[in-house]
C-alpha cells in the first residue's frame, strides 16, 4: 500500500478525515478527481471531532426535511453576530449562511440521515436539522459515499509537513503507520482541524492553567499542518490566545469525553471554587446561552475547578448525566466527599440560603427569582439548597476548538503576503476563525465544514482539470 | 451472574440517556429518555425492545478503543438473552438449548426417531395420505402434549417477565399497539426505512428485515394450514389428504417455501455479521433454531412434492420430527424471543400511555 501510494501524483490530496475532508474529497471525486484522504487517526477514532457532533445549522426558507417553520439569511446572520460581538467577516458569513440551505439536500444524496432534534433540544428543532446517530453516522456514510467514487483512504497517516515551492504545493512528508513518506499531488485540501489537542501549544497560548483543560474531542487535532502552514508564511485569521471551553464534568477523560460528559445543572447550582466560595451569577440567563462562558469562568479559578452544588429539588431538572453526582444528607459530609472544606462549603451555603427570596420558581425560562444583598448575586432560579440529599458535581474546563486558523479567500483558497497560493485549499475548523472570531453559534461548526468544504473541494478539481 | 450484566447494560444505558444520539433508530431510546435512574426491570424491558440491529453500535462514537467502551447492542442482548434463560422453567434445559445449537439437532434427531418407530409400529390398516403411515390418532395423542405443554411453561414465563418489567393489566388498545408494531416490524426497519447494520459494518441494508418477514408470515402461514387442516377434519369431518385448492394447501405451500427461503437468509446474514455485537456464547444455538425451523418448511414442501412416491414414509418422518422437536424446544430456544418482543411492545405501549 505504502509504495503504492507514493509512486503516482494524485490529482488532489485531502488532508484529514473530518467531515469538512469528507465533503471535500466526495466533491472533487464527483468530478472525476484521482483523490488521497489522508487521515492522522486509525479508523476506529477516524473522523476527528465530526464523529463528536450531533447537528449543523441550516438557513432555510420553510419547511425543510426536519426542520420546521423557517429561518432566514438575516436572522441566522444576526444569531451569530450576537455571539461573535461583531467578530466575523460579513461576506464570508453570509456566503456561509446562503449556502447552508443548499447543503442539506446535499447531504442527504451522499447518505447522511436527519431525525427530528433530540429530547431535551426542543429550542433547536427550527434552526438545527440533527444527524440520525449523530456525527459518527454522518462520518461512517460519507466514508461509504467516498469508497464507492473511488476515493482512497489511508489511516494512521499523520502530515507533518506541506511543501511550497513558489505559491505551488508539490508533495507532503506524512508519516504512515510510523514510516516517512513522499506523496505527490497535483492540489491540496487542508481540513486538519485546529490545535486544541496539543497541551503545549495551547499552554503557550494561554497560560499553565491550560494544563488541567480538558479536550471534549479527538486527541488527533493537534495543529501540525496548520503550525507547519504558518511557518512558511500563511496568512492567519482568530484569536491565536483564545479556544472554546465550557464546563464539563470533571471526571471526564482527558480526551475525546464528547457531549456526554456535558452538565447542565449550573443555573439550578451553587457553583463555588476550590476555597468553596461562590465566583459569579449561575443565574445569569438560560442555559444554553450561558453554558459557553462557564469553561473560562472555571479556568480563571485556583487550580481550574468548580463545584456544583444542588439539593433533591432540582435534580431532575437537567439532562441526565454521565457520572452519578456525589451524594450526601448534609453539606459538610457533601464537601468533605468531594475534597472541599466541609464547614466553609456549609456557610457558603447557609450565606445563600439566607438571601434567597421569595418567588414562583420557574425552571425553563427567566425566573427573577434572586438573592438579595449576596455577591455576586444570584439573579434567577435561587431557590435555597436546603433539601437532602445533596448532590454535587466537579466542573473542569472542557475545550471544544481553537479560534486560530488560516485566512482563506471565497474560493477557499490559502494566502500568503504574497497572495494566493494557486493549489492550496483548506476547510472546516483550520479555516473558522474568519467567520467565528469568538463565541460560538451551536451546529455552526458543521455548516463552516460543509460549506468550504464542497467549495474547496469543486476548486481544487477545477485547478487540475 | 444476570447482576453483573444487568449492571452492565445499566451502565451503558446511562451513558446513552446522556447522549441521546441514537434516539431516531427504535424504540429502546425513546423508551430509555423517560426516566433517569434503571431498575433492573427496566433494563429486561429495554433488553427485549432491542432487535439487535446493530445502528446503535456502528454509530457510536464511544466504542471501544475508547475507555466508555460501548457497544449496546451486545449489552442488551445478553440480558435479554438471560432473561429468556431466567425466567424459563425449566431453566436449566433453557441455558442447554439456547447455547447449543448440537443439543437442538439431538432433539430433532430424536424426535424424528420417534415418529419413524411410530410409523413402523402403527402402521394403520386403512387410510389415505399420511393416515396410511400413520394413524390420525396416534398423532394427536403426540402432538397435542408436545404443542401445549411447551405453551404453558411460555405462558408461565411471560407471567413472571410481566411482573419483572411492571406491565400492567392487559388491554386491547396496548394488545393492538403491540401487535401493529410487530406485524410490520416497525423498528426493524431502522427508523426510517434504511434498516440494519447486521451483514454490511456500517452500511445499512433491508436484507434481514426481510427475510425476517418471510419466516415470520411462512411461520404463520404454515401454523395456519396445520390450524385450517384441523378444522376441517373436526368440524367438517373433511380428511387428509387434501387437494391443491384446499385451504391447508394454499396456506401451507406458500408458507413453506418463504419459511425455507427465509431462514436459508437468515442463516447466511448470521455468517457475515459480527458475532460480538450479540450475545455470543448462543451464536450456536440461535443458528442450530435457524436451521431446524428452515428444515421444517423444506420438508414439509418436500413431502407435498413427493405425494404418491415411495419417499413419502422417510420425509413423513424427517417433517413431523421437525414439527416435533420445534414445539418441544420452543420455550427453550430462539423462538421464545417472539413471545417476549410482543409482550415487551405491549407493555412499552401501556408505558407510554400511562405517561401521557
Ligand atoms: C463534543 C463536541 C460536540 C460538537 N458538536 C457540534 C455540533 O453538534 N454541531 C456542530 O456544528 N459542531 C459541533 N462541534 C464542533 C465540530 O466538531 C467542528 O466544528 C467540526 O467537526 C470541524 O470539522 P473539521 O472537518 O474541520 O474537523 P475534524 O472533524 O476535527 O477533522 C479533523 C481531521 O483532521 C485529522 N488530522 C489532524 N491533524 C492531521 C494531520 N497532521 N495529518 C492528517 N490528518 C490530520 C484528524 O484526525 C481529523 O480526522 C462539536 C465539537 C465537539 C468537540
Ligand atoms: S450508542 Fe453511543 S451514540 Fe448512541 S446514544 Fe448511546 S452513547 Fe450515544
Ligand atoms: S441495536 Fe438497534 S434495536 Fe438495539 S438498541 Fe441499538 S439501535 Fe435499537
Known amino acids: 500500500m505504502a509504495a503504492a501510494l507514493q509512486n503516482q501524483v494524485w490529482d488532489i490530496l485531502v488532508v484529514g478525515g473530518g467531515n469538512a475532508a469528507l465533503c471535500a474529497a466526495i466533491t472533487a471525486a464527483e468530478a472525476g478527481a484521482k483523490v488521497l484522504i489522508l487521515e492522522s487517526a486509525p479508523k476506529t477514532y477516524r473522523g476527528g471531532n465530526s464523529r463528536h457532533t450531533r447537528n449543523f445549522r441550516c438557513m432555510h426558507r420553510g419547511p425543510l426535511s426536519v426542520l420546521t417553520d423557517s429561518y432566514d439569511e438575516d436572522e441566522y446572520f444576526d444569531d451569530l453576530m450576537r455571539v461573535t460581538k461583531g467578530k466575523t467577516d460579513e461576506p464570508m458569513a453570509r456566503m456561509a449562511i446562503r449556502q447552508s440551505e443548499d447543503c442539506l439536500p446535499w447531504m442527504e444524496a451522499h447518505g447522511v440521515r436527519f431525525q427530528p432534534s433530540l429530547s431535551g433540544t426542543l429550542s433547536l428543532s427550527r434552526t438545527n436539522a440533527f444527524f440520525l446517530g449523530g456525527g459518527k453516522a454522518l462520518v461512517n456514510a460519507y466514508y461509504n459515499t467516498a469508497a464507492d467514487l473511488g476515493v482512497t483512504v489511508a489511516y494512521d497517516a499523520e502530515v507533518t509537513h506541506v511543501h511550497i515551492e513558489g505559491d505551488r504545493f508539490t508533495h507532503v512528508d506524512v508519516r504512515i503507520a510510523g514510516e516517512m513518506q513522499k506523496i505527490q499531488g497535483r492540489a491540496i485540501v487542508l481540513a486538519s482541524g485546529g490545535f486544541q489537542s496539543d497541551l503545549e501549544w495551547l499552554t503557550r497560548a494561554w497560560g499553565p492553567a491550560a494544563a488541567n483543560f480538558l479536550i471534549r474531542g479527538t486527541p488527533y487535532n493537534r495543529g501540525v499542518v496548520l503550525r507547519d502552514m504558518l511557518d512558511q508564511g500563511a496568512e492567519s485569521v482568530g484569536d491565536p490566545t483564545q479556544c472554546h471551553a465550557v464546563a464539563i464534568d470533571g471526571r471526564a477523560p482527558k480526551y475525546d469525553g464528547g457531549i456526554v460528559t456535558r452538565l447542565d445543572c449550573v443555573p439550578f447550582s451553587v457553583v463555588v471554587n476550590r476555597d468553596a466560595e461562590r465566583f459569579y451569577d449561575e443565574g445569569e440567563d438560560v442555559w444554553p446561552k450561558r453554558y459557553a462562558i462557564w469553561g473560562r469562568l472555571v479556568a480563571a479559578q485556583p487550580d481550574q475547578v468548580g463545584y456544583a452544588i444542588i439539593d433533591s429539588k432540582s435534580i431532575d431538572l437537567f439532562m441526565p448525566s454521565v457520572f452519578p453526582p456525589i451524594k450526601a444528607d448534609t453539606i459538610e459530609d457533601l464537601g468533605r466527599q468531594m475534597g472541599l472544606d466541609g464547614a466553609k462549603l456549609a456557610q457558603t451555603v447557609g450565606a445563600f440560603n439566607a438571601a434567597c427570596q421569595p418567588g414562583t420558581f420557574h425552571p425553563t425560562e427567566l425566573d427573577g427569582v434572586a438573592t438579595n444583598g449576596l455577591t455576586p448575586a444570584k439573579t434567577n432560579w435561587a431557590r435555597p439548597i436546603n433539601q437532602p440529599p445533596f448532590y454535587g458535581y466537579q466542573l473542569r474546563p472542557g475545550v471544544t476548538f481553537t479560534y486560530l486558523g488560516l485566512k482563506i479567500d471565497s474560493h477557499a483558497q490559502v494566502h500568503t503576503a504574497q497572495g494566493p497560493l494557486a493549489n492550496v485549499f483548506a476547510a472546516g475548523e483550520i479555516m473558522a476563525g474568519s467567520i467565528l472570531g469568538q463565541g460560538y453559534l451551536a451546529g455552526f461548526g458543521m455548516t463552516i465544514g460543509t460549506v468550504f468544504g464542497r467549495i474547496a473541494g469543486a476548486e481544487a478539481a477545477k485547478h487540475v482539470n | ?356
Request: aromatic share 12%; net charge positive; charged share 15%.
Open chain 2, 1 to 356: 451472574m444476570s447482576t453483573d450484566l444487568i449492571q452492565e447494560a445499566r451502565r451503558q444505558t446511562e451513558i446513552c440517556n446522556a447522549c441521546r444520539y441514537c434516539e431516531g433508530f427504535c424504540s429502546v431510546f425513546p423508551a430509555l429518555t423517560r426516566q433517569k435512574a434503571f431498575a433492573d426491570g427496566d433494563i429486561s424491558h429495554l433488553a427485549n425492545l432491542c432487535h439487535n440491529c446493530r445502528g446503535c453500535y456502528y454509530s457510536c462514537q464511544y466504542t471501544e478503543p475508547h475507555e466508555f467502551a460501548l457497544n449496546f447492542p451486545a449489552a442488551l442482548a445478553e440480558v435479554r438473552q438471560d432473561s429468556w434463560e431466567r425466567l424459563a422453567w425449566p431453566q436449566p434445559l433453557a441455558r442447554r438449548f439456547h447455547e447449543n445449537g448440537v443439543a437442538l439437532g439431538l432433539i430433532a434427531a430424536l424426535a424424528f426417531a420417534l415418529v419413524f418407530a411410530l410409523i413402523q409400529m402403527l402402521q394403520p390398516a386403512s387410510g389415505e395420505g399420511f393416515y396410511a403411515y400413520v394413524a390420525h390418532n396416534a398423532l394427536v395423542a403426540l402432538f397435542v402434549p408436545a404443542f401445549l405443554l411447551p405453551l404453558v411453561a411460555v405462558g408461565v414465563s411471560l407471567r413472571r417477565y410481566w411482573q419483572e418489567t411492571g406491565g400492567t393489566r392487559l388491554r386491547w388498545r396496548n394488545v393492538l399497539g403491540g401487535f401493529r408494531a410487530a406485524a410490520n416490524m416497525k423498528n426493524l426497519n431502522g427508523g426510517q426505512g434504511q434498516g440494519c447494520n447486521f451483514e454490511n459494518d456500517d452500511r445499512y441494508s433491508d436484507t434481514r428485515r426481510w427475510m425476517h418477514q418471510a419466516v415470520m408470515y411462512g411461520f404463520l402461514l404454515c401454523f395456519a394450514a396445520t390450524s385450517s387442516g384441523t378444522v376441517l377434519h373436526y368440524v367438517f369431518d373433511m380428511q387428509a389428504p387434501y387437494g391443491f385448492f384446499s385451504l391447508p394447501k394454499l396456506l401451507g405451500i406458500p408458507g413453506g417455501i418463504l419459511l425455507t427461503i427465509g431462514t436459508i437468509g437468515l442463516a447466511w446474514l448470521k455468517t457475515k455479521a459480527d458475532p460480538k455485537l450479540g450475545a455470543v456464547r448462543v451464536w450456536g444455538g440461535e443458528m442450530g433454531f435457524i436451521l431446524l425451523l428452515g428444515a421444517t418448511g423444506a420438508s414439509g414442501l418436500a413431502l407435498y412434492a413427493a405425494t404418491g412416491t415411495a419417499a413419502v414414509p422417510m420425509l413423513l418422518a424427517i417433517h413431523l420430527g421437525c414439527v416435533l422437536a420445534f414445539f418441544l424446544l420452543l420455550p427453550y430456544s430462539k423462538m421464545v424471543h417472539g413471545f417476549y418482543r410482543l409482550a415487551a411492545l405491549i407493555i412499552e405501549d401501556q408505558k407510554q400511555n400511562a405517561k401521557a
